[in-house]
């Protein structure tokens, strides 16, 4: 049930004190602002460091040191089957097999490779639906992939814009355009949500409308892993992508997440890159000729293990497995709600609240549109230590990441914005 907020600290505190997972704030690295922990709403660009991180690459350094090549077998985690140690809580996050989901490269790498896979334009079937204003590197990887097939960006990709007047997509209009563009239509994809508005994606409708016309439903869901629980199995989505340094709180850069759809992955045939991580283990080495591709999503890894690139992920999922995805999602909820309230109580800063406000269509991250002076409150913000980030044009866009936000970070980020003057 959700409880009725008020504006009073002390109703914050309270929500901290009865919330299951407040013990985990301290299982984060805070940056400190004059000697107190800033307020870290900005989680869904770079996650902070889980404390936990440094044992774990001081784990394999040590198996490096003593073991050098021994490693790969006998190190306390063998090396060779690293990537496997986050299938299982990956396909709790994402809600799928533990065969249909692994962890190589980084997004925009494994979204090339995906579309390489399932974007198979032929005659007139070669149109690709994605939202207008999707993330930079989405739209590059989209307007290459349809150059590196001799086709023209211009008549293949259909960009679905609100309407006039709004900031956010319908779902309704998303499958009417599915519809309408029918047999034309090859592949759809969408981030599953929005960096810019942040708004959530209806992923299962959307891709059971794609199916309806035989297309293929991708998703990008960097703004989504670690954040929002899926059911990608069930939903029968294609396949998807997503970066671990942001929700999931696996360090810059670190490896990336892929799902692949079982339909799609038990059959070596789906054509794809291949590399001799994807092989099968038994017969890497047999030096024989022909790429056998694993059954599972591991069947689309090309190189060797990355294993300071994916420790620290291993880390933060450990976490992420004892909280519980639901739980967190719980908590989310109450949190963005709350700072929904208390930001709805801010009237002399002129902004508006672009993401949507029911829960089911959005994440733990609220945009604030500012029609103009968003950079100049952006700076005040920052000097009074908050972290939160700015996004052209106009959006300032706050995230209390629930793993290690707490309710009175929320109140005091209310506090110090409605102090900040207009
Ligand atoms: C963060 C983000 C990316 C980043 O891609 P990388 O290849 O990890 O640099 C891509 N797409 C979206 C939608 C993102 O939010």
């Known amino acids: 049930m959700t409880p009725s907020f008020t504006n009073e600290l002390s109703f914050a505190k309270q929500m901290d004190k009865e ?39 001081e784990v394999e350094l040590n198996s490096w040191k003593e073991l050098a090549i021994g490693g790969y077998m006998k190190g306390t985690n063998p090396w060779l089957y690293y990537q496997q140690y986050l299938n299982k809580p990956l396909s709790q996050i994402m809600g799928c097999l533990e065969e249909e989901v692994t ?59 609100p309407q006039q007047g709004d900031k956010i997509l319908h779902t309704k209009d998303i499958i009417s355009t599915i ?105 890497r080495f047999k030096m024989e000729k022909g790429f056998v591709p694993k059954p599972t999503a591991a069947g689309w890894n090309l190189s060797t293990a990355q294993v300071f690139n994916t420790v620290c992920l291993k880390a ?23 700072l929904e309230f208390l930001l709805n109580d801010i009237t002399h800063l002129n902004f508006e609240i672009i993401t949507p406000t ?16 968003g950079k100049e409150v952006h700076q005040k913000m920052h000097e009074a230590g908050i972290v939160v980030d700015y996004r052209e044009p106009g959006v300032i866009r ?3 990441a629930p793993l290690y936000c707490s309710f009175e970070d929320v109140h005091r980020f209310y506090m110090i914005m409605k102090n900040l003057k207009a």
């Not at 299982?27 to 440094?54: M, T």
């Open 316 to 338: 933060s999922l450990e976490m992420f497995d004892t909280a519980s995805i639901q739980a967190i999602r719980t908590k989310s909820i109450l949190l963005t709600n709350y």
């Open 19 to 57: 919330d299951p997972l407040a013990k985990f704030k301290q299982s984060f690295y805070f940056p400190q602002h004059n000697g107190e922990d800033v307020i870290y709403f900005c989680g869904n660009s770079l996650g902070l460091q889980p404390k936990a991180v440094r044992d774990a690459i």
């Open 179 to 283: 519809k309408k563009t029918g047999d034309e239509l090859s592949l759809v994809l969408l981030g599953g949500i929005n960096y810019y508005t942040g708004q959530l994606f209806d992923i299962k409708n959307i891709t059971t409308a794609t199916h309806e016309v035989g297309a293929i439903a991708g998703f990008d869901l960097a703004h989504v892993a670690g954040n929002v629980p899926m059911q990608l199995h069930e939903w029968k989505v294609d396949f998807a992508v997503w970066c671990s340094y942001k929700y999931l709180n696996g360090g810059p850069g670190a490896v990336g997440g892929a799902f692949v759809h079982q339909i799609h992955a038990n059959n070596i045939d789906t054509p794809r890159l291949g590399g001799w991580w994807g092989n099968e283990e038994s017969t």
């Open 103 to 161: 962890v190589m490269n980084a997004l925009t790498v494994n979204l090339h490779l995906f579309l390489l896979s399932f974007y198979k334009p032929q005659g007139k079937r070669n149109k690709i639906i994605m939202e207008a204003g999707a993330f930079p590197s989405d739209q590059y990887a989209i307007e290459t992939i349809v150059k590196h097939h001799g086709l023209s960006p211009d008549q293949t990709i259909i960009e679905i814009a």
């Open 358 to 373: 029911n829960s089911e269509e959005r994440g733990a991250q609220l945009c604030l549109y500012f029609n103009e002076r």
């Open 398 to 400: 706050v995230a209390p």
